[in-house]
């Protein structure tokens, strides 16, 4: 659907790439990165509306990287939604394919569907698009992108002026897009939970480059680099040293505690890597409980130095006995209710292997300002 070949974009005195990607039929990726990585740069020269400096992009197989974006047959839905204050809601709607002469009578069989799809019968009607909630007028725009029945629909952080409610009922409605239209979709967001409910893959960008491309879980819990790991809130990241490589591959780590952990390409004794583990992987063990083969090695007794409260989660801050090490332990609310766990209780906590991820400190992933002390 959408290849791109060593993409390289500047604007002023950021620059873009090179970015390789490829994009097949009725895919879903999302883009992920903080507020200024490049993103919306990246979108726009994916569509045409930036010339790149270098690099191809192409659409079905063919090269589209000179051709202008309304000759490409994509849609795009801005942040700002774009609406057209003098048209009503219809005529809004109808606005691309009228631009694009489509046929009628197709166009007219495509908005019954979409205005079913979207729910807008009750709006359709409507002649000042000024008057439509927030969460109406992104259905609206939604519609006028589909309308045309693109081979490509682009999204701009979509949902960011909306509240919880309504943009987790249009994320929603996006799943069903994609999965009843076929509609390949590429949507850029900076908010993590949208990127990981709505990508079958994700892609992470930080200082213009994709630093990570792949599917979700392999994202969240084998993050590639250091700056991945940071960006998505791995909490819980040891500087450690590898002490032995063990015949299958794994390691025994050392420095401020000892670790049982996964194994990668090319690791050797003495090499110094980042060890880290999601705060909602770590384990508590409770007392006089049976302990499973998977969860015997990494264990510590440890202390309740902070408790956060986060909505629908507590963290509790431990340290670890005999180090300076503090762990993050996220639990649900229920479970912390069951707990009853206050600040200066004594509990046993494991790092299950499998959990942990690591990456070499001297890897090339950790250079461009990554090489700072964990």
């Not at 166009?107 to 000024?130: A, N």
């Not at 063990?246 to 000892?258: E, K, N, V, W, Y």
Request: proline letters at 5%.
């Amino acid at each position: 659907m959408i290849r791109i070949d060593k993409l390289i974009a500047q604007r002023g005195d950021f620059s873009l790439g090179p970015i390789d990607l490829d994009l097949g039929n009725s895919s879903y990726l999302t883009v992920l990165g903080p507020s200024g990585s490049g993103k919306t740069l990246f979108l726009e020269t994916c569509m045409g509306l930036i010339a790149p400096k270098s690099g191809r992009v192409w659409l079905d197989g063919q090269d589209v990287t000179r051709i202008a974006p309304e000759q490409r047959h994509i849609s795009y839905l801005p942040q700002d939604l774009a609406l057209f204050p003098h048209l009503d809601v219809r005529e809004n709607i109808l606005f691309g394919a009228k631009r694009r002469q489509l046929d009628k009578d197709l166009t007219g069989s495509r908005l019954v569907s979409l205005l079913d799809l979207l729910d807008l019968h009750g709006i359709i009607d409507r002649k000042e698009v000024g008057t439509l909630s927030g969460g109406e007028k992104q259905r609206v725009a939604l519609a006028r992108a589909l309308l045309p029945k693109p081979r490509l629909l682009f999204l701009d952080e979509p949902f960011s002026a909306l509240d919880a409610k309504i943009k987790r009922q249009l994320q929603i409605k996006l799943r069903e897009i994609n999965q009843q239209l076929g509609v390949t979709i590429l949507h850029v967001t900076h908010d993590q939970e949208e990127a990981f409910m709505l990508g079958e893959q994700m892609a992470v960008m930080i200082r213009g480059q994709l630093r990570q491309l792949g599917a979700r879980d392999d994202i969240y819990y084998r993050p590639a680099t250091l700056d991945v790991a940071r960006f998505l809130r791995n909490q819980n990241i040891f500087d450690m040293t590898i002490e032995e490589v063990l015949p299958d591959g794994s390691l025994q780590l050392g420095q401020a505690i000892r670790l049982s952990a996964p194994g990668y390409a090319g690791a050797e004794k003495g090499q110094r890597l980042a060890a880290g583990i999601r705060s909602e992987e770590v384990v508590i063990i409770r007392p006089n409980k049976p302990i499973g083969p998977e969860l015997q090695a990494n264990l510590f007794e440890a202390a309740v130095s902070d408790i956060l409260a986060f909505g629908g989660t507590h963290t509790l801050c431990v340290k670890l006995n005999g180090s300076d090490v503090t762990v993050d332990v996220e639990l649900p609310n229920c479970a912390m209710r069951d707990l009853g766990y206050a600040i200066g209780d004594t509990l046993r906590v494991c790092l299950r292997k499998r959990s942990l991820w690591t990456l070499p400190r001297d890897n090339a992933a950790f250079k461009g300002g990554l090489d700072d002390p964990l």
